[in-house]
Nanobody, 116 residues
Framework: VQLQASGGGLVQAGGSLRLFCAASGIIFSRYSMGWYRQALGNQREVVAFISSGDNTWYADPVKGRFTISRDNAKNTVALQMNSLKPEDTAVYYC???????????WGQGTQVTVSS
C-alpha cells in the first residue's frame, strides 16, 4: 500500500490550495477515504472523508470552505481548500476512513502553511 499526498505549500490567509492523494496497492473504489491533518503540537485529526458512494463529511472548522472529491478511475482523492486561515496550517495526510495504521497508509503528508 502507498498513499502519497501532494499539493501543499505556503499561501496567504484567504487563499486556496488543492491537495491530491494518489493511492496504490488497494482496491480504491471500495473504501471510504479521508483527509487528516496534524498541526505542530496537536493530535492528528480528521478533516473530511468521502465514502465509496461519494457521501461526504466535514469537520466543523472546515465546513463550507473545504471540498473533498474522488476519482476512482485514477485512484485519487482531492481536497479543495478555500478561504484558508492560519489555523489550517498543518501537515495534511490521506488515509482510508477510518484510518489504517499498517505500513504505507500514512505516507509523508504534505505541508500547508497559511500566513496571516
Amino acid at each position: 500500500v502507498q498513499l502519497q499526498a501532494s499539493g501543499g505549500g505556503l499561501v496567504q490567509a484567504g487563499g486556496s490550495l488543492r491537495l491530491f492523494c494518489a493511492a496504490s496497492g488497494i482496491i480504491f473504489s471500495r473504501y471510504s477515504m479521508g483527509w487528516y491533518r496534524q498541526a505542530l503540537g496537536n493530535q492528528r485529526e480528521v478533516v473530511a472523508f468521502i465514502s465509496s458512494g461519494d457521501n461526504t463529511w466535514y469537520a466543523d472548522p472546515v465546513k463550507g470552505r473545504f471540498t473533498i472529491s474522488r476519482d476512482n478511475a485514477k485512484n485519487t482523492v482531492a481536497l479543495q481548500m478555500n478561504s484558508l486561515k492560519p489555523e489550517d496550517t498543518a501537515v495534511y495526510y490521506c488515509n482510508r476512513f477510518p484510518a489504517r495504521f499498517a505500513a504505507g497508509y500514512w505516507g509523508q503528508g504534505t505541508q500547508v502553511t497559511v500566513s496571516s
